[in-house]
DNA sequence: CTGTTAGCGCTTTCAA
DNA sequence: TTGAAAGCGCTAACAG
């Protein structure tokens, strides 16, 4: 191992003390042009860079930040489609202001064991917290992460409260207003019998989703829409089997929503075998907007959630919640419904 | 903010010194049963956890491993469903050995200017380096590196050398195999004239899956197979153009062999719209085996990357150099050809 | 403007 | 088996 070149070196070269080496570092202004040269001139001669663990421990900040994913496992595609471009952006913002970004990736038991709180959240080699799940987080997690006073933003979940504080900055998309839209959209197309299907059931989007929807068909079907909804898991099987199970009914719906896209994929497959056209005999309204399903025949609408947007504001608000130790928030962001070909006026066969 | 406790604080209450209350901490053999217990409960009590930035300074190592993705901007899906199993194995993998792991995204231009480098590789916050790319890393990048002497593993790309050292491991999987394969499947299925749909230019798997193409038609071909060659994006839409090019050369090919899935999906799009049937008027094959392209209809042939595998490997491998400072090595894991539909015998119409 | 010095919190000899 | 003390490499308050 060769020896490592350390302020003092670049200190004992330059010919000045290792305080000096110090503020040229951190853009002190307070520094003489010559010293200042002298030094750029060691550091570059000596190829020196900064121990940033000792600087850390100097400063007591560590310029990192901490992304926590919690989710089930294995990941589901369906999931990683929308918490990458979250990353992408978190680690974008985060670079910019000179913030390294850590990640870890934690499964459900974690959680429950608050394993995951010990094991991340304590040791002090964090500035802030980013937590990134879709799963429902317990009391005690909440407790420790209120206790800490790490400043905690959460992405597409919360806002939690502990001790009837808010626990976290939280930024939300809107996931029950997009589903009225959906679901209105359906109607004004003449559609009275809608069906459902939900994600898994732990997942909190699904059971905004699926309130929503239970909200809408309550209002305005006569009939026992519980029928109607059919219990997936996000896979393309699922919403294979949704559309299948709606479809041995009589009468079936006339329109579907699906709590995402594979399902919605899923449920366009199984209306290929029962030889159903789309829209003519069903319609088929997915969430996530990915880009295979709007290559569908026909092309899938769907629902646009504004991941990178989330990423990006949630990088921003730890920031300055960091800096100015500013107080929690709630924010959500608005989705956007994208209609594509798969819907189309009920069909009135008289 | 209120205080935190400190080894100091245990030390106190346990009655004993900072450095037992370390050598509890760290399971070091020569300590009493009852100061021991001691320090446990005095640790309980105040709830203290080590300061890890404290902890990396005195023993000179971070148990923090860089997982750098350098991708250009903005990273497709293709890449992301390549990579994130990854990720998730490497987590898996090192957080069991008790490591944390870091990332940083980069863009291509943070490499050519070697800032990639500057920024992450020179701060020594980390005891081993992930480098997962599938893009070409430059001679001066590979230079910082190797002078680093940090321990290195390359995923899905390599072996790279400098001064005829090995710079890294690296863990790769077997483009040109596999892509030979796919070819020879097609020739004994009756195809003499394949086609082939590249992905990105600078992408080296693009690059290894071309070549191995451009092999096999150059042997077997007695044509001029360049025409057959498009070059795509790894886009559906660039897929689609592929097909689209193809089906106006006359004779067109039998058979498509596309650098990825997306492009496969967007290939039999454009077989839709000229009302070809797969397999019997086009035979197609992707790469990458997603999930939605086994639920087209027909199902799509696919090779699949071992992912999670590659991260794994990874993963064990840097922990192994980064413990026995072993030497680097090249590791090549196999790839899988998954037979469905989407491809058939050539229809002889005479 | 700059050198000196006392920590940051923990580990690890060295003695006892 | 344990305590004392010397760092790890850097920053920042203080004195000049």
Redo the contacts with the bound molecule.
């Keep these: 191992m060769m020896h490592?070149v350390?302020?003092?070196d670049v200190a004992k070269l330059a010919?000045?003390?290792?305080?000096?080496?110090?503020?040229v570092?951190?853009g002190h202004?307070?520094?003489?042009?010559?010293?200042?040269k002298a030094v750029l001139a060691a550091i570059e001669k000596l190829g020196?860079a900064?121990?940033t663990v000792?600087?850390s421990?100097?400063?007591?900040r560590t310029r990192n930040i901490l992304v926590a994913f919690i989710d089930n496992s294995p990941i589901l595609p369906s999931t990683w489609q929308y918490e990458l471009p979250i990353l992408q952006a978190i680690n974008n913002f985060l670079r910019l202001h000179d913030y390294s970004v850590q990640i870890s990736m934690n499964t459900t038991n974690d959680t429950f064991n608050s394993i995951l709180f010990k094991e991340i959240v304590r040791n002090k080699s964090m500035d802030g917290l980013i937590i990134l799940t879709s799963l429902e987080l317990g009391e005690s997690f909440l407790k420790s992460l209120y206790d800490s006073k790490i400043p905690t933003v959460f992405i597409g979940n919360g806002p939690y409260m502990y001790d009837s504080h808010q626990v976290g900055t939280a930024i939300l998309f809107d996931n029950s207003k997009i589903i009225k839209e959906a679901f209105n959209l359906l109607r004004s197309l003449g559609h009275e019998r809608i069906g459902f299907i939900t994600g898994t059931d732990d997942h909190i989007h699904s059971q905004l989703r699926l309130e929503a929807f239970t909200q809408m068909a309550s209002q305005y079907c006569d009939y026992s829409f519980e029928e109607y909804i059919f219990h997936g898991d996000y896979t393309i099987n699922s919403g294979f089997q949704g559309l299948f199970t709606f479809f041995k009914k009589t009468p079936p719906p006339s329109a579907i929503i699906c709590a995402n896209d594979l399902m919605a994929i899923g449920a366009m497959r199984a209306a290929k075998e029962f030889h159903l056209r789309i829209p003519q005999d069903v319609s088929i309204i997915g969430f996530d907007n990915i880009e295979v399903a709007s290559f569908y025949s026909p092309p899938l609408t769907s629902i646009k959630v504004p991941s990178y947007d989330l990423g990006n504001m949630g990088a921003e608000k730890l920031v300055k919640l960091i800096q100015d130790g500013s107080a929690y928030e709630t924010i959500t962001l608005p989705t956007e419904l994208i209609v594509r070909k798969s819907v189309g006026a009920v069909r009135r066969d008289t």
């Design positions: 490592k350390t302020q003092q010919k000045v003390s290792t305080g000096t080496v110090s503020r570092i951190n202004p307070l520094v003489s042009e010559e010293a200042k020196y900064p121990n000792a600087q421990l100097a400063q007591g």
